[in-house]
């Protein structure tokens, strides 16, 4: 790895790397738009969505070749911290759950203004977190969204 990793040329990169933004993008907008939203049935299963599902995709995108050129390399790289960091928000957020299911609410009442305030603050490093993944996947989508793998074939005569 390192200095001796394989370099590519972009539209091949493009092949491989596409794909799997297309499915990361369905899976982080639906995590984003259920913690906005803070309906904790859809916030779960956004959770668990993200969970089992990016870590995989993050091992992938991380084995991939370089791309030649510096946006590319930005925007992979861009790429993965976004995945990393939707996790890291979901892993945030299912301790959170966890938490809250072994009597969470009883501690903050108990505790009143010190533990609302350890509630608050929890939530939002998970706020913070997911804005940053939000922001990043915003950033690399803006490289996806003109790129296209392979022009199309044009049939000539037969």
Not at 45 to 68: C, F, I, M, N, Y
Not at 74 to 100: H, M, N, W
Request: aromatic fraction near 6%.
């Amino acid at each position: 790895m390192g200095l001796f990793k394989k370099t590519v040329n972009d539209q091949d990169w493009l092949v491989s790397v596409l794909p799997l933004y297309e499915v990361a993008r369905p899976i982080t907008s639906a995590f984003s738009d259920a913690f906005v939203a803070g309906g904790r049935e859809e916030l779960n299963g956004a959770v668990s969505k993200v969970l089992e599902e990016l870590p995989p995709l993050a091992d992938q995108l991380g084995r991939l070749p370089t791309p030649r050129s510096r946006a590319a390399r930005i925007a992979g790289r861009t790429l993965k911290r976004s995945l990393r960091a939707y996790v890291s928000g979901a892993r945030e957020l299912d301790s959170l759950f966890d938490l809250s299911a072994r009597g969470l609410q009883q501690v903050v009442a108990s505790h009143s203004a010190s533990g609302e305030l350890l509630l608050a603050a929890h939530i939002n490093a998970i706020a913070s977190i997911t804005g940053k993944a939000s922001r990043l996947m915003t950033e690399a989508g803006g490289f996806f969204a003109g790129a296209s793998p392979r022009p199309a074939a044009v049939a000539g005569p037969l």
